[in-house]
Each structure stands twice: as structure tokens, then as C-alpha cells.
């Protein structure tokens, strides 16, 4: 079956290329991109079309960092830094997810929000809690979600209450990738949270099920000082962070890396070497006092930066605000050099927040022919019509000024959820 949605179509097509389509066709076959089309051709015809006037047609956005027992408390205790607040708002909580029935009741809220916020794509942890992570995996696919979630592994460095034995999570992670097996859009990926709660033993269990099983590795790399002197401590024998996931084979090009605050010209090139994916969260850096990361640099340095919401040590769900915040510090980056070149573009941000994504998820970018269509209707026609504004310039004007309540439309595998 032919239809097509009509609006103003952007789409991210390098780092810095946009490809802009006003007042185009996008047209779709079963719900799989058949073209972008000025007029329709004549053996398109016939399509049903849903036209969206003056509004904005992007690519649904892809978070590439988020902790979905943290969604809760979004907001809270954001005078904190880091590790003073995991003791006091994200263990606790986390805690909480044990139970089954109030795993579903809040993984089933964030699913709806993040539909609600043009998220449609996502990597995503979980807590230590087998049944609760599947649980989580469930209500994402019900809700039109894929990507990847985490099973959390912990075992030190974490409350006695939250704590895994090795060997439980040993076996706990076993169980649950055995209970993923009856997913079909959103697949495992390792998580140990981040070196300092994972044991030797543990994260050489981990290299071996990552290679025996080929699966993709998510966790955190420098994001704060006290951070990385802990590593310093509990792995005498690495001379930096990265080297701890490098040893024990989760440093890769299936490998996502949280923050990167602090990674300095070796870790980056490490990072470039091997191929592994820094994630930018910009708002729980600035949030939780960790730093500003160098995202010009990386980006300049040939880094593959995804951005992430890190919810809730961000503040939004929204990946709109995100990419304003990505923006925003690169500025403060430079200003307090006055290094104007570690500014950052909207064509970049937007990229970061959409194509990126999906290319980690091995897919084309922008709105590749033959795929099902990912896509948000963003309807921005209620701010001033001012007549030197470009479709580019309305993007980035969305990006500071507009949110879930902009959005009228949500496309994800090929399917109106909104």
C-alpha cells in the first residue's frame, strides 16, 4: 500500500550536510521509505497522503544514553555531584525495581514519554534486576521502541541492598539473555555500569560473553574526576580508564562510552582506533558538576558521537533540548578560552542526535529507501513568521524553544504511534 506524508523534510545526511526538502513528498511503501519526492510521479499517485502543511518532518531521534529505573526522580537532587548523588537518589531507587509489578508500572510511563517525545530508537540500562529488565525490554517493543537495553552488572562498589554476588550476576545475566531470546526489536547489550563496580572475575566474564556471543557493550568512561581516581585505585595495572574495558575486550567498535569528560588526546585516540562510540549527555555533565566534554574535538579527531539524554542525571527526555544543551556547552566550552572553534553546528547536533544512532544500529543515514520510517512531525507554525528564516534556521530555533507539546506526529517501524 502507497502513502506518503507531506511537509518540510530535513534529514541528516553527513555531520555537516542537511538535506532539505520543503514542502515534499516522503512517500512510503508498507510503511517502508520508497522516496522523497517533490511531486509526486505519476506511478505514485495514488497515494494516500496526510499532508502537514508548514510543519517540520524529521527523523525520530535515537538516545543513545539513558538509565530507565532513573526516569522517577528526573529532576531531583541536581545540587549534587556525582557520585554523592548515585548514594542518594540513583541507588535507592534503583532498589525499588526488584518488584515485577512496579517495574511494569513505571517502564510502561517511560515507554509512552519517550514515544511522546519523538524517541523512537534508543541504548538504554536497566537496573541489576533480571525480571525487571525484561519487563522494561517488553513495555519499550509494545510501545513501537527498538535498540538496545542493559541488565546492569554490579558486583561492588554499589550498597550492600543493590550488590550482586559475582556469582549471581554471573547467572542472572545468563538467565536474562536466555529471556531475551523472545524479542524481536530490542535486543541485549552488556552493561556493566561502569569499572569501579565490576570485579576482575566479573568483567572477564563478560569479555567472554561478549566475544562467545557477539553483543554489544555499553558503560560509562570518564565522566568525573573522583571517578577516574577510583579507577586509578581499583586497577593499579591500566594506566588510564579506557584500558580497564580494553583489557578485558568491551572496548570495541560495537562499544557505546557514556560522557567522555575527561578524556584527554590518548584516551580519544584509543577511542578512534578501536572504533568505540563516545555518547555526549550534556545536561547530566553540566547537571552532576562533571565537566564540559570536548565534542569539538572528538568530532574534529573523527569520533562517531551519538548524543544521550542520560535521564536522570539529565534533565529531559526531550532530544530537541538535548541537542540545545550539546550546542549550549560546546559555546561554554569555548568561552571560557575563547576558542570559538569548539562550537558546534545545528547540522551536527541534529546528526548526533538521529544518523549517528542509527548507523551504530547498521543502518543508512537519513531516511534510507527501503527501511521502515522513523519520524516526528514538528510543528513549530505557532512561533513568529519572521521571512529570512530558513528551514535550517527554524531546526535549530526548534531545538531551544519547542517540546513534546510540538509534536504531532511519531513514525516508528513504519507505524503512526502519535
Not at 513528498?25 to 497515494?47: C, F, K, N, Q, S
Request: charged share 25%; proline share 4%.
Amino acid at each position: 500500500m502507497l502513502t506518503a506524508i507531506k511537509g518540510n523534510i530535513l534529514e541528516a545526511l553527513s555531520l555537516d550536510t542537511l538535506g532539505v526538502h520543503p514542502h515534499s513528498y516522503l512517500v512510503l511503501e508498507d510503511g517502508r521509505v520508497a522516496g522523497i519526492y517533490l511531486t509526486l510521479p505519476e506511478t505514485m499517485a495514488e497515494a494516500q497522503v496526510t499532508d502537514f502543511g508548514d510543519a517540520l518532518i524529521l527523523q525520530s531521534f535515537s538516545d543513545m544514553h539513558l538509565h530507565g529505573p532513573q526516569y522517577e526522580y528526573m529532576g531531583t537532587g541536581m545540587d549534587r555531584p556525582l557520585l554523592e548523588w548515585l548514594e542518594a537518589y540513583a541507588f535507592p531507587t534503583e532498589a525499588r525495581y526488584a518488584d515485577p509489578v512496579y517495574a511494569r508500572e513505571k517502564y510502561r510511563t517511560l515507554a509512552h514519554d519517550l514515544i511522546q517525545n519523538g524517541t523512537t530508537r534508543v541504548c538504554m540500562f536497566s537496573s541489576r534486576h533480571t525480571d525487571g529488565t525484561l519487563i522494561l525490554m517488553e513495555e519499550l517493543e509494545k510501545a513501537g521502541i527498538t535498540g538496545y537495553v542493559g541488565k546492569v552488572n554490579m558486583d561492588r562498589d554499589a550498597p550492600d541492598y543493590l550488590r550482586e554476588t559475582t556469582e549471581e550476576s554471573q547467572k542472572e545475566t545468563l538467565r536474562w539473555l536466555e529471556g531475551c531470546k523472545g524479542f524481536t526489536k530490542v535486543k541485549p547489550i552488556l552493561t556493566p555500569r561502569f569499572a569501579p563496580s565490576c570485579s576482575d572475575e566479573l568483567l572477564t566474564f563478560l569479555g567472554k560473553l561478549k566475544a562467545e556471543r557477539d553483543l554489544p557493550v555499553q558503560s560509562h568512561l570518564s565522566e568525573n574526576l573522583g571517578e577516574i581516581a577510583l579507577v586509578a585505585k581499583l586497577f593499579p595495572d591500566c594506566g588510564q580508564y579506557w584500558e580497564v574495558y580494553d583489557k578485558y575486550g568491551l572496548f570495541d567498535s560495537r562499544t557505546l562510552m557514556a560522557h567522555c569528560v575527561h578524556s584527554d588526546a590518548r584516551e580519544r585516540a584509543a577511542m578512534s582506533r578501536k572504533g568505540v562510540w563516545p555518547v555526549h549527555c550534556a545536561s547530566s555533565n553540566n547537571s552532576l558538576m562533571s565537566g564540559i566534554s570536548p565534542v569539538a574535538d572528538m568530532l574534529r579527531e573523527g569520533q562517531a558521537i551519538c548524543l544521550g539524554s542520560d535521564v536522570s542525571g539529565g534533565t529531559t527526555l526531550s532530544m530537541l533540548r538535548t541537542m540545545a544543551n550539546s550546542i549550549s556547552a560546546a559555546k561554554d566550552r569555548g568561552s571560557m578560552t575563547w576558542d570559538y572553534d569548539q562550537a558546534i553546528s545545528i547540522e551536527q547536533a541534529y546528526y548526533m542526535a538521529t544518523s549517528a544512532g542509527q548507523t551504530f544500529f547498521g543502518l543508512k543515514l537519513g531516511f534510507p529507501e527501503g527501511e521502515l520510517l522513523h519520524a516526528i512531525v514538528l510543528d513549530d507554525t505557532g512561533l513568529p513568521k519572521l521571512p529570512s528564516l530558513t528551514l535550517r534556521d527554524r531546526l535549530l530555533r526548534a531545538a531551544y524553544r519547542l517540546d513534546d507539546r510540538h509534536i504531532t506526529a511519531v513514525y516508528s517501524e513504519g507505524i503512526r504511534r502519535r
